[in-house]
């Protein structure tokens, strides 16, 4: 079971630190990922975090402002935002999944297990 939170709502230029904790002391062996449904918009792909050698993969929209990282003492990935935009204002989902590991099959593919979203709000 996974569980987003840490969204809230802040200003342009702002920053925000969503996590994304599981129950499963395996959830190391999993990939992670990061997407984002805005209104009317259909989901995004956001970040990832490939469970076989940790690499990371951002949208190019995010390059540079965000940053997602991985604690596995406590089972939680993170996603740092900083130089937060209106734009990035969205319903922000993680997901796992054992079996991606590339940048394309975890941009791309479909992710096993998903949490809850967590809003964001960005006001300009």
């Known amino acids: 079971q996974l569980q987003a939170f840490g969204g809230g709502s802040v200003q342009a230029g702002g920053s925000l630190r969503l996590s994304c904790a599981a129950s499963?002391?395996?959830?190391?062996?999993?990939?992670v990922g990061w997407f984002r449904q805005a209104p009317g918009n259909e989901r995004e792909f956001v970040a990832a975090?490939?469970?076989?050698?940790?690499?990371?993969y951002y949208a190019d929209s995010v390059k540079g402002r965000f940053t997602i990282s991985r604690d596995k003492a406590k089972n939680t990935v993170y996603l740092q935002m900083n130089s937060l935009e209106p734009e990035d204002t969205a319903v922000y989902y993680c997901?796992?999944?054992?079996?991606?590991?590339?940048?394309?099959?975890?941009?791309?593919?479909?992710?096993?297990?998903w949490g809850q979203g967590t809003l964001v709000t960005v006001s300009s």
């Open positions: 975090i490939s469970r076989s050698d940790g690499s990371t």
């Open positions: 997901a796992a999944d054992r079996t991606w590991t590339s940048s394309y099959t975890l941009r791309n593919e479909h992710y096993d297990y």
């Open positions: 499963a002391r395996t959830f190391s062996m999993y990939s």
